[in-house]
């Protein structure tokens, strides 16, 4: 999906590892968003951030933290992987009201 | 509480027939929808939406139908083709507290297009 990179595309992790995921973005948007699918579960908000130094949480914050420094990019963070948090991860972009645009996810494992 | 709703988790139908989805929301502030569709290992792609303003979006082979007294919209793809064969997710944002710029997902319909 053009306009949102996640790097990396997949990681095998084991129980207590700590990790950073990273969503860049060349359209310029203030809003990013970070998600997690889980089988039969759809998508739920993890955190997202409002523009530039700013963060909230969001529907499923915990065991997670974000930093976004620079408007192009949104990271998140894993201190301390547990294997619930095996998950498919999707960063998302938007500009307020309106449809928000998608990269092709992280796959992550926690053995 | 699950506030967007898709209570089929899978759909079949035959290419040429209609294809249709349905999403059931329960908030009230909810007035904006949208749909999008995702193929494995990709990323959510955006369909459709519908303002709470409108009750029908149409947009080539794909329309959303919107009920607001049943809380209750629709996508319709006709003629369906192979191509459709994915999973669709309908999403809600409202302006309740200011989080217009915030989606609830719905758990997603498996579209299978037979040839």
């Known amino acids: 999906n053009a306009g949102v990179t996640q790097t990396p595309k997949f990681r095998v992790l084991k129980t207590g590892q700590s990790m950073t995921l990273l969503c860049a973005q060349d359209?310029?948007?203030?809003?990013m968003y970070w998600y997690r699918q889980d089988p039969g579960m759809g998508l739920r908000l993890i955190h997202y951030?409002?523009?530039?130094?700013?963060?909230a949480k969001g529907e499923v914050p915990d065991g997670y933290n974000v930093s976004r420094l620079k408007k192009q990019n949104f990271l998140l963070g894993l201190e301390s992987a547990a294997p619930s948090q095996t998950s498919v991860y999707f960063c998302?972009?938007?500009?307020?009201?309106?449809?928000?645009?998608f990269g092709d996810g992280t796959r992550l494992s926690i053995l | 509480d699950q506030q967007v709703k898709q209570n089929s988790p899978s759909l079949s139908v035959q290419e040429g027939r209609i294809s249709i989805l349905n999403c059931d929301y329960t908030n009230s502030m909810f007035d904006y929808f949208l749909w999008y569709k995702k193929y494995p290992a990709e990323g959510p792609t955006f369909l459709i939406s519908i303002s709470s303003i409108k009750d029908k979006n149409e947009d080539g082979r794909f329309t959303v139908f919107l009920n607001k007294s049943a809380k209750h919209l629709s996508l319709h793809i006709v003629p369906s083709q192979p191509g459709d064969s994915a999973v669709y997710f309908c999403a809600a944002s409202g302006r309740s507290g200011g989080s217009n710029y915030k989606l609830t997902f719905g758990k997603g319909t498996l579209l299978t297009v037979n040839p």
């Open positions: 998302a972009i938007g500009t307020g009201p309106g449809p928000q645009h």
């Open positions: 359209m310029n948007h203030e809003y």
């Open positions: 951030s409002v523009g530039e130094g700013t963060t």
